[in-house]
């Protein structure tokens, strides 16, 4: 008998002469559960990469943005250690039609977008598709200028509004700790120093997008020189009708500094290729 099984017969022999209320109840079951689950292997070894992802960033972009892209792809590619999945790097989208997109579970975006009509076409096709895609900061931004409808219909928000500025460190608020991005994750915490966009209108005026975590209110006015006076800041959120989520840090050298907001980041990156649509590749 192990020290589970006797923990718990002995805990069914208390309630038994004493008696349990339904609390108790609920913790006696979870227990018989944990027995239960000790029957199978608490790991799952992979014998092969489990999935691919494709890493898209400007490497003559502004140096904030560059910076942060480095260290996101060094960041990421230390989650590859021992091939559980392959990651590959491209500062260019030309060269990936639809046909090689569909190769990737995940395409992240690092501050980078499609560059023209083609490649444009090719990412739409590859997420009306089921792909999955991670998007930071500038890959969102768009404005009267971008010409690309179906960007907003993706994102499920409207053009660019206004930032703070300079880059700064913020209290941010979980909006919901049931989310698999976000049920990990404090209530609220302050994320490192970015550039934060706001957005008109906002994401939260889709019905179809769920916002996972904002800037706080506590933080107006926020800002030094350009000064965010009031209004809704969600800072990441997912659109439901895809598969794919965006964070709107991504501009400096801070990003991955805090604890916090890089399990965030895994957190995110592991719910969108869990919902490959050819199965969770975590559980094979």
Known sequence: MNKTSLILLLTAFCLTCFGMNEETRD???SRRELVQAESEFAANYARAPRF???FHYYPHAEEAHVQFDKQA???FHKLTYGEGWLMDVTASLADYPYEKLKEYSIVVSLNAAPADSAQRVAFEQYMESGGGW?????SAYNDRNTGWPWLNKFLG???FYCNNWPPQP???ECETGEHPVTRTLPHTFVAPASEFYQWQPSPRMNSDVEILLSISPKMYPFGLKDVVKFGDFPIVWTNRKYRM??????????????????????NAFRWVVSRDQEGDPFMK
């Open 134 to 138: 991670m998007g930071f900061h500038a």
């Open 170 to 172: 913020a209290l941010v």
């Open 245 to 266: 989520v965006y964070l709107n840090m991504g501009h400096g050298d801070e990003g991955f500094i805090d604890a916090t907001q890089n399990l965030l980041f895994v």
């Open 27 to 29: 913790s006696v079951q």
């Open 157 to 159: 928000c409207g053009l």
């Open 52 to 54: 691919k992802a494709l």
């Open 73 to 75: 792809i060094d960041f």
